[in-house]
């Protein structure tokens, strides 16, 4: 007995490949796309084939544009000379709802993870370095994760990038409105050794 039709059931397939969707989520994606007007998920399915096609990365910032350069590194109200690094296009949306940061951005697209066969070739590092040593970037703001991969490429980049720019690093500790007392040794010690000298 046929319970979910087979082309309900290769969308659920499509939809759960996706990060962070499981088979119930897919489901009930599929079945919401089911219940809409044909007309909408006729839109859907022509905006994800047309993404490829627009979709290119940005000549200096590797960043994900529908032109290159990207809006942010043909802005002239940007600060050249101070490049924000981060592993994905999600972290440099993440940095620019702030709107504390008004510098530019290179996107690595990933994080070194050897055990994954990831090592700096199959990240976008090549473009950093060629960027920051055609002059011009005074400092290199290093905004990776805190995890293993995440240190692990920020340690390394510090390594490449010494003598060519000063490399700061985002500060790590304890979140806005949290209790001391509550917060892990990890992140404690991060938050004392990244202290600000109030003046």
């Known amino acids: 007995m046929e319970v979910v039709p087979p082309a309900l059931a290769r969308l659920i397939n ?32 022509r905006n994800l084939a ?22 942010i590194c043909d802005d002239a109200r940007r600060d050249g000379q101070v490049v924000c690094v981060v592993e994905g296009q999600g972290d ?41 040593r055609g002059g011009g970037v005074k400092e290199v703001l290093l905004a990776t994760s805190s995890t293993v991969p995440g240190e692990a490429t920020a340690a390394y980049l510090v390594e490449c990038l010494r003598g060519l720019a000063v490399v700061s690093r985002l500060a790590c500790g304890i979140p806005l409105g949290m209790d001391i007392k509550y917060a892990d040794e990890h992140t404690l010690a991060r938050a004392i050794e990244s202290r600000l000298v109030r003046k």
């Open 92 to 132: 440099l949306i993440a940095i620019e709802k702030t709107g504390a940061f008004r510098g530019v951005y290179h996107v690595l697209h990933g994080v070194l993870a050897p055990v994954d066969g990831i090592g700096p070739a199959e990240i976008k590092l090549d473009a950093l370095l060629a960027r920051v």
């Open 14 to 45: 499509e939809l759960e490949r996706l990060p962070g969707v499981g088979r119930k989520t897919a489901t009930r994606l599929a079945l919401h796309l089911l219940r809409r007007p044909e007309s909408e998920a006729q839109g859907l399915a």
């Open 50 to 71: 047309e993404l490829h096609g627009a979709i290119r990365l940005c000549e200096i910032c590797c960043a994900f544009s529908e032109r290159s350069p990207c809006a």
